[in-house]
């Protein structure tokens, strides 16, 4: 009976050391940015934070944007940069724009890595551009480089045309079935980026429409997309924990998407390699790149190696899903949902395009997509104000030594985030912030102060490598959609949110393009 009382005191007292330990290291992780003297934003109480991960809410990437920018505002001037908790977890802000050039440019070597899950082994989808780090990075992107340059864009033209010219027809036909003139365009948008995209990557036309609809297609992209599979804690291990993860195999594509996209390019592409037609389009040059690897491999595990690089050119093809479709698609919404409020900045990008069509045939050839000035600026200015990546995110690689700030060093594995929507909105650099004016960008501005005050489409090594295509899906859809209506708004109600829809209201200026009409009918 004694002894039973003894082992049970020595338990307490075990249990109650481990609970003091973790209070103390909990505190200690608390203090951190305290301890070591950089301003920063206090932690939450450990209460919500306990409530936060029990009912698993999530923050959006607005919310998460909206936070960034408060702390950006508040510590702006205060260093280089400075702390902030996600949840218990020390990261850094970064407030300096010497020391964001230094991490995206400079010594960009030591901040290549996003911090990221990925799982190229079990989950090949995964295993993409967007989500690889250090050499498997940098080998993939001087793989796929050539590829995206902006010589190649000629190449595809053809069928992006076509895709825009659909989008026309379908915005035409929307309006002639209803009785009023408003559309909700972000759906049509998203409908025109999917096509472009399932025809010109996945080498998806008419004809394999009919075994792949371009609905399921959808369907399935927008599975991916939205899956969270693991729920908030899991996802949490994954980010701090990935190799651990990768040993369970824990992977974050669902099985059906999976199956669905990689028969699909097996089917594609076997018909493809049966009949020998080269095509105008990505996949192509993804065969390309799979053949060329096949020659430079000596060793003889064909089946294997043939798997591990068709697996690699679904990745190839599937980022372009992952990382351009909402961006391309929400881009083009905001920009017509400016130039909607800024109607004289619409007829002045109209009356450019009038004037360059002019000069080449009254033809919307690719040379005159790409020599329209104002329309780069519009552009340019959609994505200072609503940048589509909102912040970007870092993970450092090996501890470095701020230069010229003694105090400040960002250590080995700490992430690192660049608030590129404060950035963006900080009339220091952008005077007048909330104002769409697309002049901003008329006269150069010096290419240092370019190089760390916009990041639209990133910068440095690591920026959007699909930077060519979707403006050139934009120029084409933008310049289309201008040239046959105007575009005003419905209501007075600013643009809030981009998930709450955007309707704007069409009025056809009977400027019809040539051929469409037969089209049509
Ligand atoms: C308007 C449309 C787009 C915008 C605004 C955009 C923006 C961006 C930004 C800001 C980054 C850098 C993120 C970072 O540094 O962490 C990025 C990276 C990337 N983007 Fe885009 N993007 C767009 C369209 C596309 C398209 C169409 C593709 C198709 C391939 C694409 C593929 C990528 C990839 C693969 C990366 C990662 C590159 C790397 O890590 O080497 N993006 N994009
Ligand atoms: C427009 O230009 C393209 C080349 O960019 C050419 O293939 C096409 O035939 C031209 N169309 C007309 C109507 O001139
Ligand atoms: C858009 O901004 C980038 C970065 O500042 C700059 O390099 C580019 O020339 C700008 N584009 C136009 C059309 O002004």
Known sequence: MQNMWIIFMILGIIVLCLLLLLIVALRYQRDYWRYLGIPHERPKKLWPIMKQLVTQSLSTDAMKSA???????????????????????????????????QIMVKDFWNFNDRGIYCNQKTDPLSGDLYGLRGNSWKEMRQKLDPSFERDRMAWLYGSLYEEAEQLLLVVSTTLMKQQHTTLHIQKLMRRYVIAALASCVFGLNAEHRKKYPLE????????????????YLLNLIMIRFPNFCRRLRLRLTPKEAEVYFLTLLEDIVAQREASGVRCQDYLQLLLDIKALELTTHEYEADKELNAHLQHELAAHAFVFLKAGYEQTANTLSYALYELAVNTEVQSQVRQELKEVMAKHNNNLSYECIQSL??????????????????????????????????????????????????IHNDPEYYPEPERFNPDRWGSPRDSLQVQSTWFGFGAGARNCIGLQFAQLQLRLALSLLILEFEFTLNSKRPLVNIDDGIALQLTPLGVVEPGLEERAL
């Open 67 to 101: 936070h960034y920018t408060a702390i950006y505002n508040k510590f702006k001037g205060s260093g280089p940069f400075c702390g902030f908790y996600a949840l218990l977890q020390p990261r850094a802000l970064i407030l300096d724009r010497e020391l964001i050039r």
């Open 216 to 231: 399921k297609f959808e369907e399935m992209t927008e599975l991916v997309l939205s899956t969270r599979k693991h729920g």
């Open 373 to 422: 000035t104002l329309m780069g600026h519009v552009i340019n200015e959609t994505l200072r104000m609503h940048p589509i990546t909102p912040y970007i995110q870092r993970r450092v690689l090996e501890n470095y030594a701020v230069p010229d700030h003694l105090k400040y060093t960002l250590v080995k594995e700490l992430f690192l985030i660049i608030p590129t929507h404060a």
